[in-house]
């Protein structure tokens, strides 16, 4: 089958990617009726990472890093490379050569749904990347995947140009189009949270502040002290 290779693609306003950097991934995730973070399987390499842009999507044939050499030489300033590698993790399709290039090139960062390697290079430099594994063994080239078109990632559907937010929690996907309304929305919950936890603050439980007790009473619960 023919790969095919998209080099333009839509993305979202620079104005509303900024906005969406005050926003963690956990947020981003309530706001989408808990669908759209990545399993846990996903990982940052290193703690204290954030990660916000468009995506770049890559497939990838388990262990072959070709095409996101190819993709590079496209990528915008501010897109984060998200790459389906189908979880295989008997070969990194990333590494210390393309993490160098990327940095030149302005990408915000990577998500890779398989292994990756040379991570020292990329937490000196403090690149972004979440990942499922890291080996030493490297990647083939042998093989003409797809580029920028529907993927999945960590369980999850990726479009090109889906607004990518990751943090400590992990890695969430916000549909191009329907970012706008979900950045609404997320202001909203963030607010929603700082009551409760003033609430808490002031004495009150998880249950009260929440407002869960109502639920327990419409349960068949039996309480054993």
């Known amino acids: 089958m023919k790969a095919i290779v998209i080099r333009k693609i839509k993305r979202p306003s620079l104005e509303l990617v900024e906005k969406f950097k005050q926003i963690p991934s956990s947020i981003v995730s309530d706001c989408l009726n808990r669908y759209y973070g990545m399993h846990a399987g996903i990982k940052p390499i290193f703690e204290g990472i954030r990660l916000c842009g468009p995506a770049l999507t890559i497939q990838s044939m388990s262990g072959n890093n070709l095409m996101s050499h190819l993709s590079l030489t496209f990528a915008k300033p501010g897109d984060v490379l998200v790459i389906d590698a189908r979880g295989y993790l008997g070969n990194a399709v990333w590494g210390g050569v393309q993490t160098a290039y990327a940095l030149k090139r302005g990408v915000a960062g990577l998500v890779v749904d398989g292994a990756i390697r040379d991570v020292e290079d990329m937490r000196r430099t403090r690149f972004p990347v979440f990942c ?9 080239k042998g093989w003409a995947d797809s580029v920028n078109v ?5 369980g999850i559907p990726v479009q090109p140009g889906d607004l990518v937010v990751g943090d400590d929690d992990g890695v969430a996907i916000v549909p191009i189009e329907h970012a706008r309304e ?8 963030m607010k ?34």
């Open 150 to 154: 529907p993927i999945q990632c960590g």
């Open 132 to 140: 499922r594994g890291v080996t030493p063994a490297g990647p083939h």
């Open 182 to 189: 979900v950045y609404e929305e997320s202001l909203k919950r």
């Open 192 to 225: 929603q949270e700082k009551r409760w936890l003033k609430e808490i603050g002031k004495g009150k439980s998880s249950l009260d502040a929440i407002g869960l007790k109502r639920k327990l009473e419409n349960m068949e619960i039996e309480y054993i002290d």
